[in-house]
């Protein structure tokens, strides 16, 4: 670590803080993303009924509140771009790329229902299953925004020290 007037470097900090858990989460979470976003059209869209039997009433809704967030969170991590010569480590996503993903699973949520509805002779299209399904987008956004916040890596007020 150079120092230059006492003050640490701040770009060899900023490199190190992004090995880890961070950095590996980062390189798998497209492959994890995709697993969830697979795993979520196999719960919505398999050929059989849904398992029996339910652990509790209303276990479905924790479920499809899982099955949205998850995806979601993933997504997001995926879409986290790596900062440029300049910026602050921690540079979130567009909120173009963050208003996209929320839209689509926004949408997916009721298309999934829709479809269960007029598809399915098993299942019925459940408005309780849609207000979990985009709790569980609201979720997966809160957990994604939550874990950035903490493990930004360099701070502005690390950045402005004489």
């Known amino acids: 670590m150079s120092q230059i007037d006492g003050a640490p470097d701040v770009a060899g900090s900023e490199q190190r803080g992004t090995r880890g858990a961070a950095f590996w989460l980062k390189g798998a979470a497209p492959a994890l993303?995709?697993?969830a976003i697979l795993a979520q059209c196999y719960?919505?869209?398999?050929?059989?009924?849904?398992?029996?039997?339910?652990?509790?009433?209303?276990?479905?809704?924790?479920l499809h509140l899982i099955g949205f967030a998850a995806p979601v969170a993933l997504v997001l991590q995926s879409g986290w771009r790596r900062p440029t010569v300049g910026e602050l480590s921690g540079a979130r996503?567009?909120?173009?790329?963050?208003?996209t993903v929320l839209a689509l699973f926004g949408v997916h949520a009721v298309v999934s229902e829709l479809v269960q509805g007029a598809?399915?002779?098993?299942?019925?299209?459940?408005?309780?299953?849609?207000?979990a399904d985009?709790?569980?987008?609201?979720?997966?956004?809160?957990?994604?925004?939550?874990?950035?916040r903490r493990g930004s890596g360099v701070r502005r007020s690390q950045l402005a020290r004489p």
């Open 33 to 35: 993303a995709l697993l």
């Open 43 to 62: 719960g919505l869209y398999r050929p059989g009924g849904p398992p029996q039997p339910w652990l509790f009433s209303g276990s479905d809704k924790v």
């Open 134 to 148: 985009l709790a569980g987008v609201a979720l997966g956004w809160g957990m994604f925004r939550l874990s950035h």
């Open 119 to 131: 598809f399915y002779t098993w299942r019925d299209g459940d408005p309780f299953d849609v207000v």
């Open 93 to 99: 996503p567009s909120p173009r790329f963050t208003g």
